[in-house]
T-cell receptor
Framework: EDQVTQSPEALRLQEGESSSLNCSYT??????LFWYRQDPGKGPEFLFT???AGEEKEKERLKATLTKKESFLHITAPKPEDSATYLC?????????FGAGTQVVVTP | EAQVTQNPRYLITVTGKKLTVTCSQN?????MSWYRQDPGLGLRQIYY???????DKGDVPEGYKVSRKEKRNFPLILESPSPNQTSLYFC???????????FGPGTRLTVT
């Protein structure tokens, strides 16, 4: 059965304290893996798509990487505005499966 | 402005009373999808559509119907809502090639 698991469930960071979020997956026919950011009461906001093992993408303080079994979202020197829930999702030709998310809180 | 709109944003209804949640996008996207989000369970895909007249089941399609008669619209229909369909619903769209899904603002549904 296809499965997407994110860890940790929650993460509390001091401003400037870098960390990584994990997304492990078992999906047949993976076409791509996505990372989204979600703020309370809002729809998810797209961050990255990764297509193949070894691929990396960066955006400001965020960097996403992909292996054959997991993906990491690295947050470098986070700021309070990086506080959000981060979601990963796998795509098998239109059928998407989301992880439960990692709630990140960055304190000044 | 590129956007996905959903209506209504909030709805309280009673068991068994048919309802429709509309979803519309102005980006000429081929792909559209519906999700429900519940605490501890994350986002779960209900139905998706790769193009007009093409729809497929996601992980939790039971109790829901969809149709895609026009490219821009993808309504979600609950023929006989039950309390376990109380949830936050999101519609999303993307171009097949672009992959970047744009999400609507969400519809909070309560079924009593």
């Amino acid at each position: 059965e296809d499965q997407v698991t994110q860890s940790p469930e929650a993460l509390r960071l001091q401003e400037g304290e870098s960390s990584s979020l994990n997304c492990s997956y078992t999906v047949s026919g993976l076409r791509g893996l996505f990372w989204y950011r979600q703020d309370p009461g809002k729809g998810p906001e797209f961050l990255f798509t990764l297509y193949s093992a070894g691929e990396e993408k960066e955006k400001e303080r965020l960097k996403a990487t992909l292996t054959k079994k997991e993906s990491f979202l690295h947050i470098t020197a986070p700021k309070p505005e990086d506080s959000a829930t981060y979601l990963c999702a796998t795509d098998s030709w239109g059928k998407l499966q989301f992880g439960a998310g990692t709630q990140v809180v960055v304190t000044p | 402005e590129a956007q996905v709109t959903q209506n209504p944003r909030y709805l309280i209804t009673v068991t068994g009373k048919k309802l429709t949640v509309t979803c519309s996008q102005n980006m000429n996207h081929e792909y559209m999808s519906w999700y429900r989000q519940d605490p501890g369970l994350g986002l779960r895909q209900i139905y998706y559509s790769m193009n007009v007249e093409v729809t497929d089941k996601g992980d939790v399609p039971e109790g829901y119907k969809v149709s895609r008669k026009e490219k821009r619209n993808f309504p979600l229909i609950l023929e006989s809502p039950s309390p376990n369909q109380t949830s936050l619903y999101f519609c999303a769209s993307s171009s097949i090639q672009g992959y970047e899904q744009y999400f609507g603002p969400g519809t909070r549904l309560t079924v009593t």
